[in-house]
């Protein structure tokens, strides 16, 4: 019997490992797109007024999507859509109707208020930019009011896709939103302007949409506008996404405060910011998201049967292997950081000062990754265990934390000389202007670092072993990490005679070359200390994992 139980165990976590590699492959594929998009705008515009705008016009619509938008978020939409499928076709065909006229009406009446107050609203945001910059800033955000419309119905439509178990369509569609933005950067902007950009993004979020629609329609839940019915069922829906609503939006109103602080700055900063935040991202999608959205659907079916033992081991499993990956690129990003912005955004207009700038910053972002990617699976954990409140009160404490270490940390880097000397010489920006960017990453880690904190804390309190069983892995996972960027950093100043470092080839091939040694000796010191965690990747690598059911992401 144990055997048996044992043997369903290690089924089920082998089962994790693949979901996750699967997920990781489709994000991976993303974020290589949106980096070539993001190369594609460094060339053509470097880190200057141009993408400041650019970047600084998605807050708003942004901000709409992750609040009104959020009723049609497939965590909430599909249990009440499999009600009603259950019951009949024709109530599921109801109940999408209504909720798309809900939707419909209530992002006509957002975006319709966002559209007029626009130019006040952007003034009182963003109060760096003036004149030309302003107006473009304007325009590109009204023309982005589009884009919460079009992903809002996109997710009331993945919903109806994933009942139905089409999950490819959905895993497909963040390629084509990349595409689409792509195309505007390549053949719009030559056409448009700086309006081009945004109908790019447009069409994103068209295609996003569109790669679904074939499908809605024929299986006949195309939903038409109608008056509701479903106000109970709605009021249900807004109260059950309310917690998440909270969260997400708290986040968002720091990044504005940063980038409201951005724009106050050096021109550029805005730019520096938003590429060093996206280049961190990839890591956390690829690791973190992968790993909690893989974890999520059996974290909730067995806290729902009552089997609190196999729930709390699948959080340690996956927290595990979060550390277990998420060390080795904090020391890669860090140690390797000026060949990884080199390589991906140098080009073009994108000078050798805002590659220093931006490397820097993704160093600042880097050293929270771990805390990042476990906040994903916390946050996911409680939600799997019915418990909303808290990780809503910890996320919204820390998006205040955010806003409160911006703050601090400019005053300290503009009033103590000895706190901006730390950062410079640490982080070998001498000399350049707009150091001051620097604190606003630094005050992001700082603040997630503390929501992880307590989180571990919380999850400490509900599960008295939870530390216990990960201290082998943490220390394990550290050690690898500090001698996989102990040697990287000494493979880079060997190689600094080898390779000319003035062309792309030549950076490229010193970091690859650092980074592949350092990894081999940060494989090796974990293969010394009996990594549990290597162990178990190597089997899962070697298992067929990419036949594993498709999950996607929101």
């Not at 963003?126 to 004149?131: A, Q, R």
């Not at 955000?141 to 089409?166: D, N, W």
């Not at 820390?398 to 911006?406: E, G, Q, Y």
């Amino acid at each position: 019997m144990v055997r048996r139980i044992l043997h369903v165990l290690q089924k089920e976590v082998r089962g994790l490992h693949e979901a996750a590699y699967l997920l990781g492959v489709f994000a991976a594929l993303s974020q290589i797109l949106a980096l070539i998009r993001d190369r594609l705008l460094t060339h053509s515009f470097g880190a200057g007024e141009i993408l400041d705008v650019y970047y600084a016009a998605f807050r708003i619509p942004d901000f709409i999507f992750v609040t009104v938008a959020s009723i049609v978020s497939l965590s909430v939409l599909i249990p009440f859509l499999v009600e009603k499928t259950n019951t009949s076709r024709s109530a599921g065909q109801s109940f999408i109707g209504g909720v798309f006229s809900f939707f419909a009406l209530s992002m006509l009446v957002v975006g319709g208020v966002a559209f007029m107050l626009a130019p006040y609203l952007l003034a009182k945001l963003f109060p760096g930019f003036s004149g030309e910059a302003f107006d473009d800033l304007v325009l590109v955000t009204r023309i982005l009011l589009l884009q919460p419309i079009l992903l809002g119905a996109s997710s009331l439509f993945a919903s109806v896709v994933h009942v139905y178990r089409k999950f490819m369509l959905y895993a497909v569609s963040p390629l084509l939103y990349n595409i689409g933005i792509i195309i505007g950067i390549l053949f719009f902007y030559d056409i448009f302007g700086i309006a081009g950009l945004a109908y790019g993004v447009v069409l994103g979020a068209l295609l996003h949409l569109g790669i679904q629609i074939p499908f809605i329609v024929s299986s006949g839940y195309l939903p038409r506008f109608q008056v509701t019915h479903h106000f109970g069922e709605i009021k249900r829906i807004i109260l059950l996404s309310l917690p998440r609503t909270l969260a997400l939006s708290s986040n968002h109103i720091a990044l504005f405060v940063l980038i409201g602080l951005a724009s106050v700055m050096s021109i550029g900063s805005i730019s520096v910011f938003t590429l060093a935040f996206n280049l961190q991202s990839v890591p956390l999608a690829i690791i973190g998201a992968s790993y909690s959205v893989a974890a999520f659907p059996t974290l909730a079916r067995l806290f729902n049967n009552g089997n609190r033992e196999k729930f709390f081991e699948h959080i340690v499993v996956a927290t595990r292997h979060i550390i277990f990956w998420s060390f080795p690129a904090i020391a890669l990003f860090i140690v390797l950081r000026a060949q990884i912005v080199r390589v991906i955004l140098g080009t073009g207009e994108f000078t050798w000062t805002d590659t220093r700038l931006t490397a820097a910053a993704l160093a600042l972002f880097a050293l929270s990754l771990v805390a990042q990617s476990l906040v994903l699976l916390f946050v996911r954990g409680y939600y799997a265990a019915g418990k909303t409140a808290k990780p809503v009160l910890i996320n919204v404490f820390s998006s205040v934390l955010i806003i409160i270490f911006a703050f601090l940390f400019k005053h300290l880097y503009e009033t103590v000389p000895t706190w901006q000397y730390f950062f410079e010489s640490l982080l070998r920006v001498e000399g350049i202007e707009g150091t001051i960017v620097l604190m606003l990453p630094f005050a992001y880690s700082c603040a997630l670092l503390i929501n992880a904190a307590l989180f571990w804390v919380s999850f400490q309190y509900d599960f008295k072993r939870f530390s216990k069983a990960l201290s082998v892995t943490f220390f394990q996972s550290l050690a690898g990490a500090v001698v996989m960027g102990f040697v990287s950093w000494r493979m880079l100043e060997l190689l600094d005679d080898v390779f000319d470092i003035n062309t792309f080839l030549g950076i490229f091939g010193q970091g690859l070359i650092a980074g592949i040694v350092g990894i081999c000796f940060g494989v090796l010191t974990l293969k010394l200390l009996r990594s549990k965690e290597l162990t178990e990747v190597w089997k899962s690598l070697h298992s067929k994992f990419w036949k594993t059911t498709v999950i996607s992401s929101e």
